[in-house]
């Protein structure tokens, strides 16, 4: 094909407007990915490991929540500081309710098109949508994934919204998942120094939003990504994953597995944290490998937010003194967000955006 006759928007819209997401084209049974998926040559050499320098993944801290409070906290301070991820087993959700929420989202992936095509829609306000790339129509390159989104709270969607299929694992997912993000905030917060209570105060319990993500198999997986190199602009990420594997976070330059573990949640700092920590805990950059298996990867991600999206974010103040004054300007969680969604995501966080100048 000539390179000046390709007319991307064009070939976006056309798989946009079918409504049936990447599954859609591997049902069709395509040997070669679309054009607008190939990423550009940076991007793929960087898929390659470096196996003299690859980090190992045990370094990804598997933090047994049953234990001693004060080693707890310990320990997630650490990995919070030092990497920004880790994972947590004995957090209280029982395996068997981790399994029904990654058969129920697989299910629901897999549903004929045209009844998953009721609720592919765009709009990100609404409380449940069902796209595949959420940058799709300004990103340099898309991904080869389906999503989708359910807005949990403040308050879930009417029940009649969530898809009949997922919907009673949605509601008790939803449950589990704000008792274990209320512990981890509080744990986060004795990390940092500051009251155990002072994140859900601010009312980040209650932002919350599940994105359940389908990878299917990639016929050219070393063409395109599952995810893009990201760092998460919420302040708090729980995530189911099923046991294919995939994720990757960076450690220094270099790429690492984030290894599934059966029964584990893995949990990740992002970028609102990182600035409300002032710097102490570490916002993590993150990507997910397309799928070369012919089972599909399954993943859950639960984003914690503030609820009050207008008023005034940046360190907290207890953590500002004359040795180390605030390293970030204060800014809304709306103007965050709207710069967010109006950059691909390509892993160039914000968190620079608002750092204050001189102080990197």
Same mark, same amino acid.
């Given at each position: 094909?000539?390179?000046?006759?390709?007319?991307?928007?064009?070939?976006?819209?056309?798989?946009d407007?079918? *409504?049936? %997401?990447?599954?859609?084209?591997?049902?069709?049974? =395509?040997?070669? !990915?679309? #054009?607008?998926?190939?990423?550009?040559?940076?991007?793929?050499?960087?898929?390659?490991?470096?196996?003299?320098?690859?980090?190992?993944?045990?370094?990804?801290?598997?933090?047994?929540?049953?234990?001693?409070?004060p080693?707890?906290?310990?320990?997630?301070?650490?990995?919070?500081?030092?990497?920004?991820?880790?994972?947590?087993?004995n957090?209280?959700?029982?395996?068997?309710?981790?399994e029904?929420?990654?058969?129920?989202?697989?299910?629901?992936?897999?549903?004929?098109?045209?009844?998953?095509?009721?609720?592919?829609?765009?709009?990100?306000?609404?409380g449940?949508?069902?796209f595949?790339?959420i940058?799709?129509?300004?990103?340099?390159?898309?991904?080869?994934?389906?999503?989708?989104?359910? *807005?949990? %709270?403040?308050?879930?969607?009417?029940?009649?919204? =969530?898809?009949? !299929?997922? #919907?009673?694992?949605?509601?008790?997912?939803?449950?589990?998942?704000t008792?274990?993000?209320?512990?981890?905030?509080?744990?986060?917060?004795?990390?940092?120094?500051?009251?155990?209570?002072?994140?859900?105060?601010?009312?980040?319990?209650?932002?919350?939003?599940?994105?359940a993500?389908?990878?299917?198999?990639?016929?050219q997986?070393?063409?395109?990504?599952?995810?893009?190199?990201?760092?998460?602009?919420?302040?708090?990420?729980?995530?189911?994953q099923?046991?294919?594997?995939?994720?990757?976070?960076?450690?220094?330059?270099?790429w690492m597995?984030?290894?599934?573990v059966?029964?584990?949640?893995?949990?990740?700092?992002?970028?609102?944290?990182?600035?409300?920590?002032?710097?102490?805990?570490?916002?993590?950059?993150?990507?997910?490998?397309?799928?070369?298996?012919?089972?599909?990867?399954?993943?859950?991600?639960?984003?914690?937010?503030?609820?009050?999206?207008?008023?005034?974010?940046?360190?907290?103040?207890?953590?500002?003194?004359?040795?180390?004054?605030?390293?970030?300007?204060?800014?809304?969680?709306?103007d965050y967000?709207?710069?967010?969604?109006?950059?691909?995501?390509d892993?160039?966080?914000?968190?620079?955006?608002?750092?204050?100048?001189?102080?990197?």
């Amino acid at each position: 094909m000539n390179p000046e006759s390709y007319d991307r928007a064009v070939h976006v819209k056309q798989f946009d407007d079918t *409504k049936t %997401g990447v599954k859609g084209l591997v049902d069709s049974g =395509i040997t070669t !990915i679309p #054009r607008f998926f190939i990423h550009p040559p940076e991007t793929l050499s960087a898929l390659e490991p470096n196996s003299t320098t690859r980090p190992d993944p045990q370094l990804i801290p598997t933090i047994d929540l049953s234990g001693l409070r004060p080693t707890i906290v310990e320990k997630i301070a650490r990995a919070s500081r030092e990497l920004g991820i880790f994972q947590v087993v004995n957090h209280g959700i029982e395996a068997e309710v981790l399994e029904r929420v990654i058969g129920a989202i697989k299910g629901f992936h897999e549903q004929p098109a045209e009844i998953k095509a009721r609720v592919y829609r765009r709009d990100m306000n609404r409380g449940v949508s069902f796209f595949s790339n959420i940058d799709l129509f300004h990103s340099k390159a898309a991904s080869w994934r389906d999503t989708l989104q359910v *807005k949990l %709270g403040p308050t879930l969607p009417e029940l009649d919204e =969530i898809p009949e !299929i997922c #919907r009673n694992e949605v509601v008790e997912w939803n449950q589990n998942v704000t008792k274990l993000g209320e512990v981890l905030m509080e744990l986060l917060c004795e990390g940092l120094g500051v009251d155990m209570g002072r994140l859900k105060e601010m009312e980040f319990l209650r932002g919350r939003t599940m994105v359940a993500h389908y990878y299917p198999y990639c016929p050219q997986p070393d063409l395109t990504v599952g995810t893009a190199s990201h760092t998460d602009p919420r302040a708090l990420t729980i995530l189911l994953q099923d046991q294919t594997g995939g994720l990757q976070v960076k450690c220094g330059e270099e790429w690492m597995d984030v290894k599934p573990v059966p029964g584990a949640l893995v949990i990740n700092i992002g970028d609102i944290l990182q600035i409300m920590s002032n710097d102490e805990y570490k916002s993590v950059d993150h990507r997910v490998l397309a799928n070369a298996s012919r089972e599909p990867r399954i993943s859950v991600a639960v984003f914690f937010n503030s609820s009050d999206r207008d008023s005034l974010h940046g360190p907290l103040p207890e953590l500002i003194s004359p040795e180390k004054p605030a390293l970030f300007r204060q800014f809304s969680y709306t103007d965050y967000m709207r710069r967010f969604f109006t950059k691909e995501l390509d892993g160039n966080s914000l968190v620079n955006y608002y750092r204050l100048s001189g102080r990197e």
